[in-house]
């Protein structure tokens, strides 16, 4: 092997150790600010755009029971606890599973509102769609997460790369 790619190789170890090291604990802390944030501001009425939806959707999921101003700070606080929780990495069983509720709830625009949801339903969706669609990401980070609350990590691969650039 060269001398430029036993280079590469050895910087391409350090930075995938350090990645799997310190990579979910980074997807923790920074699902646990955006919940924080989000939820944070939900509890000053009109300063959270998808508010009136997120108000809109427990209206019909409760069948109309939780009044409209409590289902506003439900959410606020319910999304507070769950960047919290993410942030201090404790109880993170119950976090996820909050999480996970949460989520089921948040995607329920798309098919309870579909017209808002879609300019074409059902595959080009509006700025609240979008918004609403990028909660898969959510979803996924926190199954990374879960996958480690029992004490499994990530581990560099420790088998020895094949030669880059790959020969033609």
């Avoid at 955006?34 to 509890?43: D, E, N, P, R, S």
């Avoid at 029971?65 to 439900?74: G, T």
């Avoid at 969706?125 to 959510?138: A, E």
């Amino acid at each position: 092997m060269s001398r430029p790619a036993e280079l590469f190789h050895a910087v391409d170890r350090a930075l995938t150790g350090w990645m799997a090291r310190h990579g979910v604990t980074l997807l923790r802390l920074s699902l646990g600010v955006v919940f924080l944030w989000f939820g944070f501001l939900k509890f000053f009425p009109s300063v959270n755009p998808p508010e009136e939806i997120a108000v809109r959707t427990i209206h019909k999921l409760s069948f109309g029971v939780i009044p409209d101003p409590v289902a506003v700070v439900l959410l606020a606080t319910l999304e507070s606890v769950i960047g919290i929780g993410l942030i201090a990495g404790r109880f993170l069983r119950f976090i996820l599973f909050l999480l996970f509720a949460q989520m089921l709830g948040t995607l329920t625009p798309l098919f309870l509102f579909p017209s808002e949801a879609f300019s074409h339903v059902p595959y080009a969706p509006t700025m609240l769609g979008q918004y609403v669609i990028k909660n898969i990401v959510f979803l996924s980070a926190a199954l990374v997460i879960g996958a480690t609350v029992r004490g499994a990590r990530m581990k560099e691969d420790s088998e020895k790369p094949a030669a880059w650039p790959p020969a033609s």
